[in-house]
């Protein structure tokens, strides 16, 4: 089982940038499409961005696209969510999971991090 933590989640105000990092642990990790996820408080788990298990493609949905970058390091077994001009509305737990494959279903998903918590100020 892969073990996941993220980390980089803080107080940031509105038009900042900040990049979450998510370390696992387990030779395996590499085999694993890796998404990113985010929860608002009284709201459903969504869907950020997530790459596959070579990070050769990457894949976003389409309310994220463009101000979120995911990219990973292997050797590093590192995945990372890079987020500029963020707004108040991005204001969330954010996690990260591994699935078999490429996904945006949440179902798919099926190890997860504890999260970190993202807030942003306006």
């Known amino acids: 089982q892969v073990q996941l933590v993220e980390s980089g989640g803080g107080l940031v105000q509105a038009g900042d940038s900040l990049r979450l990092s998510c370390a696992a642990s387990?030779?395996?990790?590499?085999?694993?499409?890796v998404g990113w996820f985010r929860q608002a408080p009284g709201k459903e788990r969504e869907f950020v961005g997530g790459i596959t298990w070579s990070g050769g493609s990457t894949y976003y949905a389409n309310s994220m696209r463009g101000r979120f970058t995911v990219s990973r390091d292997n050797a590093k077994n590192t995945v990372s969510l890079q987020m500029n001009s963020l707004k108040p509305e991005d204001t969330a737990v954010y996690y990260c999971?591994?699935?078999?494959?490429?996904?945006?279903?949440?179902?798919?998903?099926?190890?997860w991090g504890q999260g970190t918590r993202v807030t942003v100020s306006s």
């Open positions: 999971a591994t699935a078999p494959r490429a996904s945006l279903v949440r179902e798919m998903y099926d190890n």
């Open positions: 387990g030779r395996t990790f590499s085999i694993y499409a």
